[in-house]
């Protein structure tokens, strides 16, 4: 498997999650076993280590691999693409602050998730996604109040708004088979990022976020919701059966 030219893909597991390679050679295997509502992750990244300012990929970059999941909805998120690693959640992530999200992925989030501020925008299922915070830096430190305020009875919705007017999103969805092979390709450019399924474009997006973002292929069994006019929540949830992503024939042509 041909990855990042400029770093070789780190292993990061929690909770059981397992990657390994795929029988036949050419990928890899990311597993979550079966069980209850413990976090659980396999991921596979090329950032763990590092400072933002130092993330391996600008645009014009493309991303190209083939995937199959099973179950076809298992519960969490799953997916690949790029991220800034926004939130200081998990070990070597929490040396740093937690900034904006800028994101550009094949993104999968079972229900009771809900991550669209944007009607147009899915908000569960599996969907082609871009996040851009196009916030002033004056917003971005006015951001923990107002996520304080999303507590609050008569407040939340206005928080939800405010958000929403600085997280700018865009996503098409799509539907893969469960246990088939796909295969997957993005190009971020500096003003538009195109995603293809099959050799089929699926959508592109005027929105494009910002780098320097670092790759992630990951499966989880998290959940993160803030639907209109309700409070966010987030938690985990139980894997009634194995999940397993795999994936193969990965490559990121630069230029």
Do not use: C
């Given at each position: 498997?041909?990855?990042?030219?400029?770093?070789?893909?780190?292993?990061?597991?929690?909770?059981?999650?397992?990657?390994?390679?795929?029988?036949?050679g050419?990928?890899?295997?990311?597993?979550?076993?079966?069980?209850?509502?413990?976090?659980?992750?396999?991921?596979?990244?090329?950032?763990?280590?590092?400072?933002?300012?130092?993330?391996?990929?600008?645009?014009?970059?493309?991303?190209?691999?083939?995937?199959?999941?099973?179950?076809?909805?298992?519960?969490?998120?799953w997916?690949?693409?790029?991220?800034?690693?926004?939130?200081?959640?998990?070990?070597?992530?929490?040396?740093?602050?937690?900034?904006?999200?800028?994101?550009?992925?094949?993104?999968?989030?079972?229900?009771?998730?809900?991550?669209?501020?944007?009607?147009?925008?899915?908000?569960?299922?599996?969907?082609?996604?871009?996040?851009?915070?196009?916030?002033?830096?004056?917003?971005?430190m006015?951001?923990?109040?107002?996520?304080?305020?999303?507590?609050?009875?008569?407040?939340?919705?206005?928080?939800r708004?405010?958000?929403?007017r600085?997280?700018?999103?865009?996503?098409?969805?799509?539907?893969?088979?469960?246990?088939?092979?796909?295969?997957?390709?993005?190009?971020?450019?500096?003003?538009?990022?195109?995603?293809?399924?099959?050799?089929?474009?699926?959508?592109?997006?005027?929105?494009?976020?910002?780098?320097?973002l670092?790759?992630?292929?990951?499966?989880?069994?998290?959940?993160?919701?803030?639907?209109?006019?309700?409070?966010?929540?987030?938690?985990?949830?139980?894997?009634?059966?194995?999940?397993?992503?795999?994936?193969?024939?990965?490559?990121?042509?630069?230029?």
């Amino acid at each position: 498997m041909s990855v990042s030219k400029r770093r070789s893909l780190q292993v990061r597991t929690t909770g059981g999650g397992r990657v390994e390679p795929l029988p036949e050679g050419q990928g890899w295997r990311l597993v979550l076993p079966r069980g209850g509502p413990r976090y659980r992750l396999a991921q596979l990244d090329d950032y763990l280590d590092l400072p933002r300012s130092r993330f391996p990929w600008r645009p014009p970059v493309a991303l190209h691999l083939e995937a199959r999941i099973t179950p076809g909805e298992p519960p969490g998120t799953w997916g690949f693409g790029f991220w800034n690693d926004p939130f200081a959640f998990l070990g070597g992530a929490g040396r740093r602050l937690p900034t904006g999200p800028q994101a550009v992925w094949f993104f999968g989030a079972s229900p009771p998730n809900w991550l669209s501020l944007h009607s147009e925008v899915p908000a569960r299922g599996f969907f082609a996604g871009v996040t851009a915070w196009q916030a002033p830096w004056w917003a971005w430190m006015l951001t923990p109040g107002a996520l304080l305020a999303a507590w609050v009875p008569g407040l939340h919705r206005y928080a939800r708004r405010w958000t929403a007017r600085w997280m700018r999103q865009w996503g098409r969805a799509w539907q893969p088979t469960p246990g088939v092979w796909h295969r997957y390709t993005l190009r971020w450019e500096a003003a538009r990022v195109t995603f293809w399924v099959d050799g089929k474009e699926i959508g592109t997006s005027p929105l494009a976020p910002r780098g320097p973002l670092g790759l992630v292929v990951w499966v989880d069994n998290q959940f993160a919701a803030w639907p209109p006019d309700v409070r966010p929540r987030w938690g985990v949830l139980a894997t009634p059966e194995d999940v397993v992503l795999d994936i193969r024939n990965l490559r990121i042509t630069p230029g």
